[in-house]
């Protein structure tokens, strides 16, 4: 008998004893753990949903906060050229009154003024203001326009209505830096 005879014939005898073979033990200890086995897949799917739930919150909640820090930058660069701009609209109203003052508009000496005021005017409209135009006998709207004073209304037509514009008002980007001062027919 060669040795590979003697081992198959002990391996024999030792299944035959009643001995188990290990890789059936293997198997049976698989097989107990297998009931516990779906509870563990059920766990862990539902960690990775609330991860992904989690993920998803927190890239959403990202995305909302670089949108509102971009427009609040931009917010705080207009109202930082707002308040400037605020301050030079008394410039605008002396350069308007100065040009009115004139009885020849047409004077050569006086083209230098009003090449200065044309200047200013582009600058202003570059920076997004904009003068309200505003025509008498229009409605008064609270939204535009300060009714500084009250008068009684020259025609029943403009009861309710502007009578006369003391003072312009002002727009940047849409927005009103400074109301329309304006006398209302009462």
Do not use: C, W
């Not at 009861?159 to 830096?177: A, H, M, P, R």
Request: proline fraction near 4%; charge should be negative.
């Amino acid at each position: 008998m060669s040795k590979s005879d003697i081992k198959e014939d002990l391996e024999k005898a030792t299944n035959d004893s009643g001995s188990e073979n290990p890789a059936n033990d293997n198997q049976h200890e698989k097989a107990a753990p297998s009931a516990e086995e779906p509870d563990v897949v059920v766990k862990l799917k539902e960690e990775l949903e609330a991860a992904k739930e989690k993920y998803i919150r927190l890239y959403s909640e990202f995305e909302n906060f670089r949108k509102r820090t971009a427009k609040e930058k931009i917010e705080l660069i207009q109202s930082a050229n707002e308040q400037l701009l605020k301050t030079l609209l008394p410039v605008a109203d002396d350069f308007e009154r100065a040009e009115n003052s004139f009885p020849d508009k047409n004077d050569k000496e006086l083209a230098g003024f009003f090449l200065i005021h044309s200047k200013f005017k582009k600058i202003l409209e570059l920076y997004g203001v904009k003068t309200m135009e505003i025509d008498k006998g229009a409605d008064f709207n609270a939204d535009y326009h300060e009714a500084i004073s009250q008068l009684e209304a020259p025609a029943p037509e403009l009861k309710g209505k502007i009578v006369d514009v003391v003072e312009k008002g002002y727009t940047l980007n849409d927005k009103v830096i400074r109301y329309a001062k304006v006398v209302v027919g009462n």
